[in-house]
């Protein structure tokens, strides 16, 4: 596996074709999920380092009429939802041509999916099949990997899966045989396999994707970048009050259940809840009619505990400058959040859960703290240690700088190159 965060293009640099495209499940006119957001921050971070790259998203039918493009460099595929298969992800004859037809109308020499749902993997193969054109695969989550939403969390149970297979995967699945699951791995391994190289924006979800079966010689670790300012200046703090805010859609692998459970402790101690605040940022998601009631009734009978509602990326900064921390209780492996890297923007120190992606993306005690998974009464333990001054100094100071899109997109065009580089070698030059 590579892993050089300092792009050197050397004599392959020639070897890169003059026009790109970003291809992503979404847009983020429809969806704002990471892995699309990621998608943009590429596409953008490419045409400032001068690359003539387009951005195709796919849409559902039914959605069409809420997309929306910022330029002519943007384009769609479409497809039916309700006719994609969601086992083996393979989406409705003719989303392929599709996206083969706006590859080749727009003169496109190398292609970077940034997912294969919605698409499916026909796209992926008919895309690769193209004359001349180099095609490359950044994986943002387990999808392939895990059936279960690919959140490598237990069906039934709801705790972290170590590792997929035929044995895990049927008892999560009882209802599926369990010769299916080899046969989906399978698929997908086919799929990817002659993809000249793949990103993965973290160690621990390329690591994962090497154990399932990728070549190491072609999986490479790119930060993602974001679009914008990168370093906002914090004002320096006025009050005795702490705020933690989260930020992320409210669904039941976000932990937000985690935050109320906290918020019953902090409630119990007089002291403690006259000096935080937590402001929970976000639309719900798939929770059910339980958890929404309980997460009404916990607003309404906390006052140090507030709902902003939804937000959106052009507010996103300003929202998170207001916060000391910021949140992630995540109860999956997550990969690598965006929310980390606008937290850091911000000068927000990230408490955590301690595991996966984010413990790699926040070092604890220097850019943040972190908490057991699933642990309320640990996720306040850090919170105590939170707010005080001095650990607050000590955790800002260790926030490392964070990647612009046009950093990444200066890093993935270093590994086209020396991908490239390996499967077409230059020839001798005197």
């Known amino acids: 596996m590579r892993f050089d965060p300092t792009p050197r293009f050397g004599p392959s640099r020639r070897l890169l074709p003059d026009r790109m495209a970003v291809v992503s499940h979404s847009h983020p006119s429809l969806s704002k999920g990471g892995a699309e957001i990621a998608a943009y921050s590429l596409f953008k971070g490419l045409r400032q380092v001068g690359i003539d790259a387009i951005y195709v998203g796919a849409c559902n039918m039914a959605d069409r009429h809420k997309l929306s493009f910022a330029d002519e460099n943007e384009f769609a595929t479409f497809y039916e939802g309700e006719r994609y298969d969601h086992f083996y992800h393979v989406a409705p004859k003719g989303v392929e041509a599709q996206l083969v037809s706006i590859l080749r109308e727009q003169g496109i020499g190398l292609v970077n999916f940034h997912h294969f749902f919605n698409l499916g993997l026909n796209a992926l193969r008919a895309a690769k099949a ?34 997929s297979g035929n044995e895990a995967c049927g008892t999560c699945f009882p209802e599926v045989p369990r010769s299916r699951f080899a046969m989906r791995r399978e698929t997908m391994l086919d799929a990817f396999g002659d993809f000249d190289g793949f990103v993965s924006p973290s160690r621990f979800l390329a690591e994962r994707f090497l154990d399932w079966g990728l070549s190491p010689e072609r999986m490479t670790v790119i930060e993602n970048g974001l679009l914008g300012e990168t370093h906002h200046e914090r004002s320096p703090k006025t009050d005795d009050t702490w705020t933690f805010g989260f930020f992320g859609q409210i669904n039941p692998f976000k932990g937000v259940d985690v935050i109320l459970e906290a918020a019953e402790i902090v409630a119990r101690d007089p002291v403690l809840s006259q000096k935080l605040r937590i402001r929970i940022h976000g639309n719900l998601i798939g929770q059910s009619a339980a958890f929404c009631e309980r997460f009404e009734t916990a607003v309404k009978t906390h006052p140090f505990l507030s709902y902003a509602g939804a937000y959106n990326n052009a507010s996103v900064h300003r929202l998170m400058g207001e916060c000391d921390y910021v949140l992630m209780p ?45 642990d309320a009464g640990d996720l306040v333990r850090a919170m105590r240690l939170a707010a005080d001054a001095r650990n607050a100094a000590t955790l800002r100071a260790g926030i490392p700088p964070v990647t612009s899109a046009a950093a990444m997109a200066e890093r993935y065009l270093a590994f086209f190159a020396s991908m490239l580089a390996v499967s077409s070698p230059l020839p001798f030059l005197p």
Request: hydrophobic share 40%; charged share 15%; net charge neutral.
């Open 130 to 163: 193209m004359p001349g054109v180099s095609a490359f695969l950044t994986i943002h989550e387990f999808l392939a990997i895990c059936q279960n939403h690919g959140q490598m969390i237990t069906r039934g149970a709801q705790i972290l899966c170590e590792k």
């Open 330 to 374: 995540s109860k999956w492996w997550e990969n690598s959040p965006v929310v980390i890297q606008e937290a850091y923007s911000v000068g927000a120190p990230v408490i955590c859960t301690g595991i996966g992606g984010m413990a790699e993306k926040v070092r604890d005690g220097v850019s943040g703290l972190h908490f057991r998974l699933g």
